[in-house]
């Protein structure tokens, strides 16, 4: 076997034309370079954030769209998405119907398992039913999360044809639960066809053992019905969810407060 030079790597290719070729020099060692790992997570992070778009077109579009509509609503190859949408259905998160694309029950079990602040939603879910069955009034918990007031836990009522509600909308906090959210008064906060003309909002603040606002119960009612009333009703809603949030372990609640704050 002929001897290998000083510039010939182990298969006798000169180490200037590995240069040339990879515009890097190689590692004694065999590893890959740290800018060639951090290259990889790159990629990696784009596969995911092209997912998430298209977990979040599908939201945007009722749950359902179809392949061409994802792609243009993501800015996605149309085989990029294709692959992105298999890859999802494999995982549970997307489901195919026909030719359509849905969002998957496994996202909805992950959905289940996120809250904003423990038995909150739980503790809610009397005195929504109790708020709606004596107003009629379409009713929302609500918290802060990306500077809008993103529903937690809703019933619909009378105005639903005007102002549908569903978990996971958002409004914007010039509306009486974002104000709530922001500005935390003691009181209720009113809207009187400031948003939408005909209909008018009660938001409460809901709080937390310690004090501290954690969502806002809003009721959405005609413009025309009597909001004292409404009010009245709202305030004894929030006030029942409090009480059931004081019945949760004191350390779980201390725990979660200090999160919230910071």
């Known amino acids: 076997m002929p001897a290998r030079g000083r510039g010939t790597s182990k298969r006798g290719v000169p180490r200037q034309e590995l240069r ?18 951090g290259a990889s997570l790159t990629q990696g992070r784009g596969v995911l954030v092209g997912a998430f778009a298209l977990l979040e077109a599908l939201r945007r579009r009722g749950g359902e769209a179809g392949l061409t509509e994802l792609a243009l ?41 996120w809250q904003p602040y423990p038995g909150l939603r739980a ?7 109790r708020l709606r069955a004596s107003t009629g009034a379409s009713v929302v918990l609500t918290v802060l999360r990306d500077e809008l007031a993103l529903t937690v836990a809703s019933v619909p009522g009378r105005v639903e044809g005007v102002v549908p509600v569903r978990n996971g909308m958002s409004f914007p906090l010039v509306t009486a639960a974002g104000r709530v959210l922001t500005e935390g008064p003691r009181g209720p906060v009113l809207d009187r066809e400031e948003i939408q003309e005909g209909v008018a909002c009660v938001a409460m603040p809901v709080r937390a053992p310690d004090g501290l606002t954690v ?8 413009a025309r019905q009597r909001l004292p009333q409404v009010a009245d009703a709202t305030a004894a809603a929030s006030a029942a969810i409090e009480s059931r949030l004081t019945r949760m372990p004191p350390r779980e609640v201390a725990v979660r407060s200090a999160v919230l704050r910071y």
């Open 123 to 129: 503790a809610a879910r009397v005195p929504l039913h």
């Open 73 to 113: 609503a993501c800015a996605l190859p149309k085989g990029s998405a294709h692959r992105l949408l298999d890859q999802l259905g494999l995982l549970g998160a997307v489901e195919r119907r026909g030719n359509r694309y849905a969002v998957g029950s496994q996202l909805f079990r992950l959905g289940q398992a």
């Open 215 to 222: 969502a806002a119960l809003a009721a959405v009612v005609p």
């Open 20 to 37: 040339r070729d990879t515009g890097k020099e190689p590692r004694p060692d065999g590893e890959t370079p740290p800018e060639d790992q």
